[in-house]
T-cell receptor, first 113, second 113 residues
Framework: KAGVTQTPRYLIKTRGQQVTLSCSPI?????VSWYQQTPGQGLQFLFEYFSETQRNKGNFPGRFSGRQFSNSRSEMNVSTLELGDSALYLC????????????FGPGTRLTVL | QKEVEQNSGPLSVPEGAIASLNCTYSDRVSQSFFWYRQYSGKSPELIMSIYSNGDKEDGRFTAQLNKASQYVSLLIRDSQPSDSATYLC?????????????FGKGTLLTVNP
């Protein structure tokens, strides 16, 4: 099975811009979770989608949003970028029912200048 | 108490030794537990999951869960230089949000040849 794919792998933006990141889960997986990883805060949960519905949400401002499509692919959007949004954004794929093992994609490295 | 806490390390062991990584958790994180390995510049890779009290072995890795004491550990036997990485402990939240993983800050392990 192919693994989790994320695009783009690297992104450079300036403050105030917005960005959209994409994630394709493992075939057959219906749950997609998004995490932000920074050196200071570590890995922090953003949100989780299952069957096109947001099922869980972390403690991030409303500038962070996401959605999931009927084919389970997911996008996350960050509006009005701030310098502190520079991070590695990771998408994780899971079957969505039963065990909660999550498998990560390679991540998108976002740099905000 | 933080939801998931790990020994901050770094931990250094000689090749062939046993590396012991520890993690404690709060009541809010009590369903399932996972150990991920993250090489520098890469995304986390799931290496072990454990759901019930006791030990679970997979090759050179043994995960231990003690729900009464609220700790999880990972033992790596016959450590190899290729085991040098950051190890992340994660727990899934109770109350139905079991696809929201809470991560510790990670322990950097160095295995010296």
């Amino acid at each position: 099975k192919a693994g989790v794919t994320q695009t783009p792998r690297y992104l450079i933006k300036t403050r105030g811009q917005q960005v959209t990141l994409s994630c394709s889960p493992i075939s057959g997986h219906r749950s997609v979770s998004w995490y932000q990883q920074t050196p200071g805060q570590g890995l922090q949960f953003l949100f989780e989608y299952f069957s096109e519905t947001q099922r869980n949400k972390g403690n991030f401002p409303g500038r962070f949003s996401g959605r999931q499509f009927s084919n389970s692919r997911s996008e996350m959007n960050v509006s009005t970028l701030e310098l502190g949004d520079s991070a590695l954004y990771l998408c994780a794929s899971s079957p969505g029912t039963g065990v909660s093992e999550q498998f990560f994609g390679p991540g998108t490295r976002l740099t905000v200048l | 108490q933080k939801e998931v806490e790990q020994n901050s390390g770094p931990l250094s062991v000689p090749e062939g030794a046993i590396a012991s990584l520890n993690c404690t958790y709060s009541d809010r994180v009590s369903q399932s537990f996972f150990w991920y390995r993250q090489y520098s510049g890469k995304s986390p890779e799931l290496i072990m999951s454990i759901y019930s009290n006791g030990d679970k072995e997979d090759g050179r890795f043994t995960a231990q869960l003690n729900k009464a004491s609220q700790y999880v550990s990972l033992l790596i036997r016959d450590s190899q230089p290729s085991d040098s990485a950051t190890y992340l402990c994660a727990g899934s939240n109770s109350g139905g949000s079991n696809y929201k993983l809470t991560f510790g800050k990670g322990t950097l392990l160095t295995v010296n040849p």
